[in-house]
RNA sequence: GCCCGCUUAGCUCAGCGGUUAGAGCAUCUGGCUGUUAACCAGAGGGUCGCAGGUUCGAAUCCUGCAGCGGGCGCCA
């Protein structure tokens, strides 16, 4: 067992194996061992290190067993070269099935001949945690989505979701490191929220009340007053109104978090709790706003291609062989920049019998956004901007026309809109007959009001899906596949 | 919420009214002087999702339920 060999010990025992000098690289208490990814970065060539991971595969030949091991921090793996005449091969046999994590010491060996660069002679191991392999669910091959979707908590250990986590860490970066750059401040926006102030959808509702006997009123309603807060609570569904009202102070702000919708969507496009990016900016108007949305996802999908080329290249042979070229094109090419007004041109011209209306005023539909994107712009990504006032949230610029909002849809190609946004009603009068017109009461909305009672300025902003990013990223076809625990509606993953 | 499909060994699947339900991989046993998802030989492993029904006979046809997947709507 590992915790019970000291650093003393570790040294002694490497002295005695190796009979001369080494580099001492870790120990359980002088630093943390070097990852796989460490030693490919820099190979330390005929030195003695302990490496750690988890067997992806053995092979035992007669005299000899190979041990690969992979511990997530890159897509390849390690080989360890066991002679029986060091490690009986009893033992090996016993203790090295796929899954076990193991600690390594022997000498790093340059193989210049073989298909790895490199490869690690043992002279002992130990074993920190045993599979059982009859009942271990994962083996050495590929094995479907689905069924991993099951035992999400194993997941992590197959290179498909370590390659995804890693692009997900990476390209989290990549949106702070951006926005960041351009003058942004990243803000926390409450996730515990006192009302549905944007009508996003349904809301999950927090409460300490007892379900079994919830306290009420004589004449039924519930009695709030006695719930924690004094008041109903739900967990938010967007950051964008009190973005907002940073915004108004701050200028430009973004949030990045988790956000919440009770909509039951059975999709592969919907989750319960996703990720949001939500950028708000004072004096931006919509074109620079549709000018920043662009940059940044462009941005991003080059920061993925720079950093994850092993990554891409896996999901690519494995999962979706377009996948490295519309990364390529979407990062190259301007997006195309259509009207909506245009757009419903486009479709009534294109002469496909669509089986939602194509008539001004009608929503696009999925059939819609992917004749726009995958045959009229060819795979290039669309913007889609200026939709009818009526099919748009109140909170939305009215145009000069008296029928459209200053709003913007970006639609990639697969997975149709990554991000929706505007510019925001900053006149008071406008703001307020819009809200009278949609009968919303207008009580809990002061202080959103009173941003435009006191020093309004033209802002703008958007909400960008890190999910659907990611399905776009990593060519995967479900946003259960691109967070480490889903919630959707029905599953707790 | 509506519509469609799938569910057979640990995994991926074949079988779609007619003997005792199959394959590859995994597992186990044995073999192999360096393997690359190693290879070779042998073995074990199944109430064919669950509950009913039709039939001389059901994995196969029908009904219901469940789980999963996909399409649509809502959106990120």
């Known amino acids: 067992m590992a915790s019970n060999i000291s650093g003393k010990d570790t040294i002694r025992l490497i002295e005695r194996l190796t009979k001369g000098p080494f580099l001492y690289l870790c120990s359980m208490s002088g630093g943390p061992p070097p990852t796989i990814a460490e030693i490919y970065a820099k190979p330390p060539v005929n030195q003695v290190i302990q490496i750690s991971g988890w067997v992806r595969t053995r092979r035992t030949t007669r005299a000899i067993s190979f041990v690969e091991l992979q511990d997530g921090s890159t897509l390849k793996s390690l080989q360890i070269v ?118 996003a959808g349904q809301l999950f509702q927090v409460t300490t009340l007892p379900l079994a006997a919830v306290p009420k009123h004589p004449d039924g309603r519930v009695a709030y007053e006695k719930d924690f807060f004094g008041q109903p609570a739900y967990l938010t569904v967007s950051g964008q109104l009190e973005g907002e ?71 690519t042979e494995r999962y979706e062989p377009r996948l490295i070229d519309e990364l390529q094109t979407a990062s190259s090419q301007p997006f195309m920049r259509l009207s909506y007004t245009e757009a419903i041109e486009i479709l009534k011209k294109s002469g496909r019998a669509f089986q939602f209306p194509t008539e001004w005023g009608s929503d696009l539909q999925a059939e819609h956004e992917r004749y726009l994107v995958e045959e009229y712009a060819s795979g290039r990504p669309i913007i889609v901007y200026n939709y009818p006032q009526a099919i748009k949230a109140f909170y939305m610029r009215q145009n000069e026309d008296g029928k459209t909002v200053a709003s913007f849809d970006v639609l990639f190609p697969r997975i149709g809109e990554v991000i929706g946004g505007s510019q925001r009603e900053e006149r008071y009068d406008r703001l307020l007959r819009r809200m009278e017109e949609l009968g919303m009461p207008l009580l809990p909305y002061q202080a959103y009001l009173d941003t435009r009672r006191y020093g309004t300025a033209p802002h703008s902003g958007f909400g960008l899906g890190l999910e659907r990013l990611l399905l776009f990223l990593t060519g995967m076809t479900n946003v259960r596949d691109v967070i480490p625990f889903f919630r959707a509606a029905g599953q707790m993953g």
Do not use: N
């Open 245 to 315: 009202l940073l915004a108004m102070g701050l200028t430009r702000i973004y949030t990045f978090g988790p956000t919440f919708r009770a909509e039951p969507s059975h999709t592969p496009r919907h989750l319960a709790e996703f990720w949001m990016i939500e950028p708000e900016m004072a004096f931006y108007d919509l074109t620079l706003t549709m000018d920043l949305a662009e940059d940044f996802l462009r941005y991003l999908i080059r920061y993925a291609l720079e950093h994850f080329p092993e990554e891409l290249t896996f999901l």
């Open 82 to 199: 066991m002679s029986h005449q060091q490690i009986p091969r009893e033992r090996i046999e016993c203790e090295l099935h796929t899954g076990a994590a193991i600690t390594v010491q022997g000498l790093l060996r340059a193989t210049p001949d073989r298909p790895q660069p490199f490869e690690i002679e043992a002279q002992a191991f130990s074993l920190h945690g045993a599979v059982d392999p009859e009942t271990y669910p994962l083996q050495k091959k590929a094995h479907s989505l689905e069924f991993l979707r099951e035992i999400t908590h194993l997941r992590p250990r197959t290179r498909t979701f370590q390659a995804i986590f890693r692009i997900r860490s990476g390209v989290s970066f990549a949106i702070h490191q951006y926005l960041q750059s351009q003058g942004f401040v990243y803000v926390h926006t409450p996730i515990l929220t006192p009302s549905d102030c944007e009508g």
